[in-house]
């Protein structure tokens, strides 16, 4: 058995249906977005799903885990008592999240792997969602495919966006879903087939992306963590010192020539989603 721990809540606490929609341009048209941990929805693709929920589309975000080992990077909440209730913290930010985008959210139930750090890291901890078996880590996700039906779908591209663990597992886990969600041959003990139309990868990060952030920063007088000079490393830095932007759409801002959307594959047969799709950069272009 996968450690799976099914939670009651489930984020259901969520709009219990969608808003009011009709005659905004993307009414009845659903959009799902794959996430590792609670707050990667609101990094990364967060402006775009408010987007589409005020363009009527119903919106719905998986988180794969709790985040429970997640770090704690605003000093202010770096305390014992915060430390010790992490994973209900987690749940109560995630709550706000949820109103702030107008988005419905489920957690999946897997456990946060966490961010191996050292040389040589650390081995991941038992039990963990990276170490879950590929079809054990995606059945949560199969059944919440078949059950929301989404047109497009929403995740992380092959390396995961940055290299956690948890994230490169959420991309693998969101192509196996996508994949396998029309075949009634497959899972099938987990809903009525469903293919949605489209998989999108986000784009975090990209200079386009850090320079509007850097700009409108500073013109708002605040201090920006993305001036020159500034101390950071890793991804940010890389981020910034690459050229761009380039065309926007489904290739990547940065690396014109990367790709940035899966299709069905054909040859699998399965029950198509609906194909009237109004134009725009996601639901359009089919
Ligand atoms: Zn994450």
């Known amino acids: 058995m996968p450690a799976v721990s099914r939670d009651d809540t489930r984020g259901r606490a969520a709009p219990a249906a969608p808003p009011a929609t009709s005659g905004l341009p993307y009414a009845g048209l659903r959009l799902l977005a794959v ?5 990667d929805e609101s990094s ?9 929920v005020r363009s009527g589309a119903d919106v719905m975000v998986a988180t794969l885990t709790g985040g429970e080992r997640g770090d704690i990077l605003n000093k202010a909440m770096d305390r014992p008592d915060v430390r010790a209730n992490l994973p209900r913290i987690r749940r109560e930010e995630m709550a706000r999240a949820r109103e702030i985008l107008g988005v419905r959210q489920e957690f999946l139930g897997f456990v946060d792997s966490g961010l191996p750090e050292g040389d040589p890291p650390p081995p991941l901890p038992d039990g963990c969602f990276a170490l879950q078996k590929l079809e054990d880590a995606a059945e949560p996700l199969v059944r919440l495919v078949r059950e929301f039906r989404p047109h497009v779908m929403l995740t992380y591209d092959e390396n995961g966006g940055y290299p956690h663990p948890d994230h490169v597992k959420c991309h693998e886990v969101t192509v196996e879903a996508f994949d396998a969600a029309a075949d009634p041959d497959r899972y099938p003990d987990c809903g009525a ?19 509007a952030l850097h700009q409108e920063m500073e013109r708002r007088g605040l201090e920006s963590p993305y001036a020159a000079g500034d101390h950071h490393t890793g991804p940010v830095r890389r981020a910034l010192r690459r050229a761009g932007p380039g065309p926007a759409g489904a290739r990547h801002p940065d690396r014109p020539g990367k790709h940035l959307v899966r299709r069905p594959d054909r040859r699998r047969g399965g029950r198509l989603a609906d194909r ?8 359009g272009g089919y």
């Open 35 to 39: 996430h590792a941990h609670p707050d």
């Open 44 to 52: 990364k693709g967060a402006a775009t799903m408010v987007r589409y």
């Open 193 to 211: 087939p469903w293919q949605p139309l489209k998989l999108y990868y986000f784009a975090t990060f990209h200079r386009a992306r850090f320079t």
């Open 276 to 283: 009237g799709l109004p134009p725009g950069p996601i639901a």
